[in-house]
């Protein structure tokens, strides 16, 4: 009989949901807004209840610690660990599921008085999603020892940059480096699939194998803003013309690249009008293969496809790299611990990859990771339709729960 309160689980999960909550359902909680320090509130209250000392770190992070017994303090932790910000208007699932059910999981060895060998971290991670300053993972790259000052002065859309965005929620970007955590025992992260794997499988839960490396790529393309009816089209520097070809020739390529992934996801025109010819657009590339040769091979593509196409239609193009994680394997052993709690817990062992960069990432050569999936309904995730059933919810509950206790 599991040990999980799943109703309470369902109800914090519920309840983190409404803030933010747009009037659709979504929820936006954007790094270094009101909203996302309501919620940062809120987790540390919930991690508290639960019998954990918690703290706040340089970055933002909320760290949550359990270690009844005093006498191994000093050992080296085990972290749970996801995020709980949001792509603008996202579900209320992704990254607060990994949170919520960690806590619950350390609730549960609370209430029952369960010894632990080691003490146990749940850290909700600061900017995992890394759509407010184009730099994602903030927290985790920080705990990892990743995060470089560089990285802090990366600006959002009015201009603030990351240390601005820091030093208004009286954080320390001159101290990011007192967030590194030093020795860590283990790292696991429990995610909703975000993908249909499991629901094609008929299956509630995953046991991850690597996750694919993110890389995001700026693109700029500059041409002649001219009069819309007065210019030949043979004689057109059509900026969004070319744009719109090399996304065309983005898609060709990752096509043909066998396990790629490449999105455009986002477009400015410059001094857009509807009778103005664009001089200059800027379009966004994400680009992610779990092969690091294979990912390398389609940004050389791409690249090239870039410069034939701007060189054909008379413009001048530049790419900026604006992030790169390199994709990483997880630890066999900690996969096969997993394997064995599912089993335990009833469930078939089944091993999948991960299309979308997670906060475990950052700590792949810094000590042994391990992820579980959780079922997503039909693979919909940054979208207010995210779910994923209570059924599988606790399923994901359990094997956490039994695979904490095994390692």
């Known amino acids: 009989m599991s040990l999980i309160q799943l109703n309470r689980l369902l109800r914090h999960i519920e309840q983190l949901g409404t803030i933010g909550q747009m009037p659709d359902g979504g929820v936006s909680r954007l790094s270094f807004t009101d909203a996302e320090h309501e919620a940062n509130q809120f987790v540390q209250m919930l991690m508290q209840q639960a019998g954990m000392e918690t703290s706040i770190d340089p970055i933002g992070n909320i760290i949550g610690t359990y270690c009844k017994d005093r006498s191994i303090s000093h050992e080296a932790p085990i972290i749970m660990g996801s995020h709980i910000d949001t792509v603008p208007n996202g579900g209320k699932y992704d990254g607060a599921l990994g949170v919520l059910t960690a806590i619950e999981v350390i609730q549960t060895f609370h209430e029952n008085d369960i010894t632990l060998a080691r003490p146990i971290q749940v850290i909700a991670f600061k900017d995992e999603e890394g759509v407010r300053f184009g730099v994602g993972m903030l927290g985790s790259r920080a705990v990892a020892g990743t995060l470089t000052a560089p990285m802090l002065e990366a600006v959002d859309a009015q201009g603030i940059t990351v240390a601005q965005a820091m030093e208004k929620q009286h ?78 020739a983005i898609e060709r390529i990752a096509n043909g690249i066998d396990g790629t992934v490449a999105t455009v996801g986002k477009i400015v025109v410059e001094n857009a009008g509807v009778n103005v010819i664009p001089g200059q657009v800027t379009f966004t590339c994400d680009l992610r293969h779990v092969i690091q040769e294979s990912r390398d091979l389609a940004e050389h593509e791409i690249k090239k496809a870039i410069c034939t196409i701007a060189t054909k239609r008379h413009l001048y193009s530049c790419v900026k790299e604006l992030q790169r994680v390199k994709p990483v394997t997880t630890d066999a052993a900690i996969m096969q611990t997993i394997h064995q709690a599912m089993e335990k817990c009833g469930y078939d062992a089944f091993y999948l990859s991960s299309g979308a960069g997670h906060d475990a990432m950052q700590f792949a050569h810094h000590c042994p990771i391990g992820m579980i999936f959780v079922r997503s309904k039909d693979g919909v995730s940054h979208n207010p339709l995210e779910y994923s059933s209570p059924a599988d919810i606790k399923a994901g509950a359990q094997v956490l729960f039994e695979t904490i206790l095994a390692l």
Not at 182 to 211: C, F, K, M, W
Not at 232 to 243: S, T
């Open 171 to 248: 954080l320390q970007p001159a101290n990011i480096h007192l967030a590194k955590i030093d020795s860590i025992y283990a790292y696991l992260e429990l995610h909703i699939e975000q993908g249909r794997v499991l629901e094609t499988e008929n299956l509630p839960v995953g046991v991850v194998t690597g996750i694919a490396g993110p890389l995001w790529l700026e693109v700029t393309i500059h041409g002649l803003a001219e009069h819309a009816g007065a210019t030949p089209m043979q004689l057109r520097q059509d900026a969004l013309a070319g744009a719109a070809e090399m996304m065309v």
